[in-house]
Structures are given as structure tokens and as C-alpha cells.
């Protein structure tokens, strides 16, 4: 039996709520929506390029948004101390590179760098504000709550290019 992607459960998006529970209920929508992109497919579905020359395919997105996860939430907001999940000292790209990626290990990756994300902002007030700090030496002060706001237009941009991707490999569309 060749493995396949698991199904998900998918929340859906709230309509009504205080501003946190809105926030926290479109991050969570759109991360459902990148698993659902994934669903029922095989290892190589998973790791197939959307079109030459590009490396993007369903399984680089789950890798890149690990990354970004881990490095808004628990880097950058939280000031925690945990290495980038890829070594790109040699390949900004590397999340892209997955050839030889494990599609289990790589979903289970993400999912529990959305867990460790979670517990990062969980109790925090959304006007907490943190320095980042860029490339060119400067600074400047964002909020958690850019940080949501943020992190559902990445999902968003994202989960358009996995809509893409899937309707190439099978044929299947919608949200």
C-alpha cells in the first residue's frame, strides 16, 4: 500500500468574535486549508514541482510555512532560542528541496511547529511588541497581532499557489 497524505478536519473561518478568537480562527483555517491541499496525495504527488524551472510543490510549502511558523512566532515574537529547520547557509531555497524528503516526518514537522507556535502566543496580549531586527541593520517594532495578521495573508498567498499545484497533479479544485 503506498502511503498518502492524511485527511483533515478542516475548521472553518469564524464569522463572529472578539478580535483574538478572529485572528486565531483564520490562522487556523488557512493552516487547515494547506493539510487539506495535501490530502489523500502520494509521497512523489507531494514532492512534484508546479512548473520548471521552480521548486514549489505541496511539500515545499509545508516545509517553507514550518519555517515561517517557527520563525515569526517563536523567533522573532517570542525571542526563543531554536535553530532554523533547514540549513540555508548554503541554499535559501533549502525548504524547497525535497526530493528526498520524508512527507510524514515533514507534516508531523509541521504540525507540531504550529503547536510550539501556538504555545508561544498563547496568553500574550496582542499589542506586545517586539524589535526585528533586518538583514541591513535597521529596526523596527511590530506587534503580535501583525504577526497574525501577517501569518493568514502568507497562508492566504500560499494556499492560492497549493490550489494551483493540486488542480496540476489531479485535477481537483475549490477552497
Not at 34 to 54: F, I, M, N, W, Y
Not at 123 to 147: H, M, P
Not at 148 to 165: C, F, P, T
Request: aromatic share 10%.
Amino acid at each position: 500500500m503506498t502511503w498518502r497524505a492524511p485527511e483533515i478536519d478542516r475548521r472553518h473561518e469564524p464569522y463572529l468574535g472578539a478580535e483574538r478568537a478572529l485572528l486565531t480562527g483564520w490562522l487556523e483555517y488557512h493552516r487547515d486549508t494547506l493539510l487539506h491541499k495535501c490530502a489523500g496525495l502520494s509521497a512523489d504527488q507531494l514532492r512534484t514541482a508546479s512548473v520548471e524551472p521552480s521548486p514549489l510543490s505541496l511539500l515545499g510549502l509545508i516545509r517553507h510555512m514550518t519555517y515561517v511558523e517557527r520563525a515569526w512566532f517563536r523567533q522573532r515574537f517570542a525571542g526563543q532560542d531554536v535553530p532554523d529547520p533547514f540549513d540555508f547557509t548554503t541554499d535559501p531555497d533549502a525548504e524547497f528541496r525535497v526530493e528526498t524528503a520524508d512527507p510524514e516526518a515533514e507534516l508531523a514537522a509541521f504540525r507540531a511547529e504550529i503547536a510550539a507556535a501556538d504555545a508561544a502566543a498563547d496568553g500574550r496580549d496582542l499589542d506586545e511588541e517586539f524589535t526585528l531586527r533586518r538583514r541591513d541593520g535597521s529596526s523596527r517594532q511590530l506587534s503580535l497581532r501583525w504577526v497574525y495578521l501577517h501569518m493568514i495573508e502568507e497562508y492566504a498567498r500560499h494556499n492560492g499557489h497549493a490550489d494551483l499545484i493540486r488542480e496540476r497533479l489531479d485535477g481537483i479544485t475549490g477552497d
